[in-house]
């Protein structure tokens, strides 16, 4: 049986429950996938693959799942590795009539000012080679209280009453789908050794 380590840095639980949902969905497809805090950094050594997702705050993942990154990237690098951002809460950005690029929508530009966050992830990919970084919506509850300085302080500007949508926007079906894509390519991957 293949074994699927997924792991998560999620500040309020909205990426853990896509985590959660992602071990349901594979071993439903006969996969044992085991799931995981990333502040635990779990060693994903003996796994067949990895999926690793974590929250976006002001352009960056919660740091636990760059530092779990960082720390396994060798052994990640010789694996299939999946990764996921939750982040956007629909209608928190500008409107724009151009396509909106996923990634820049939830980690901001690739260069220039506001692109810090989102160089680590792509340092890190870079290193890792992951098949897929996907994009999915997340999950904002205002009255579940800010776990850090700097999030309290975001939540306290007056600029964001209008940008942060309150609501639960994470699309399970295409979490679902993403993770029976995601088998299927494991199963693909093993077999070809
Ligand atoms: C203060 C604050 C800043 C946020 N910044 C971003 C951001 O830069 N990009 C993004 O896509 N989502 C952003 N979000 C939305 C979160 O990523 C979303 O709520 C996500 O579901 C959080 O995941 P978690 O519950 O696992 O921590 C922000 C949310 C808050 C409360």
């Known amino acids: 049986m293949q074994r699927v380590l997924i792991v998560h840095a999620s500040r309020h639980g909205g990426t853990a429950g896509i985590a959660e949902r992602i071990g349901e969905v594979l071993r439903s497809t006969g996969v044992d996938a085991v799931v995981a805090r990333a502040a635990d950094m779990p060693d994903p050594e003996g796994f067949d693959g990895c999926a690793v997702g974590a929250g976006v705050y002001m352009g960056s993942w919660v740091k636990e799942g760059t530092e779990f990154l960082d720390r396994y990237a060798p052994a990640?690098?010789?694996?299939?590795?999946?990764?996921?951002?939750?982040?956007?809460l629909p209608g928190s950005t500008k409107e724009s009539k151009e396509p909106v690029d996923p990634i820049e929508n939830a980690?901001?530009?690739?260069?220039?000012?506001?692109?810090?966050?989102?160089?680590?992830?792509?340092?890190?990919?870079?290193?890792?080679?992951?098949?897929?970084?996907?994009?999915?919506?997340?999950?904002?509850?205002?009255?579940?209280?800010?776990?850090?300085?700097?999030e309290r302080v975001?939540?306290?500007?007056?600029?964001?009453?209008?940008?942060?949508?309150?609501?639960?926007?994470r699309e399970w079906p295409l979490v679902e789908d993403w993770a029976r894509d995601s088998a299927s390519q494991l199963r693909t991957a093993v077999a070809a050794g």
């Open 107 to 150: 980690l901001g530009p690739a260069e220039g000012p506001g692109s810090g966050g989102r160089r680590k992830v792509e340092e890190l990919a870079a290193r890792i080679h992951p098949r897929d970084h996907r994009v999915f919506q997340g999950a904002y509850d205002p009255n579940d209280s800010p776990k850090t300085i700097a």
């Open 76 to 88: 990640l690098a010789r694996m299939p590795v999946w990764l996921f951002s939750s982040g956007p």
């Open 154 to 169: 975001v939540r306290m500007m007056p600029v964001s009453k209008g940008v942060l949508p309150t609501g639960d926007f």
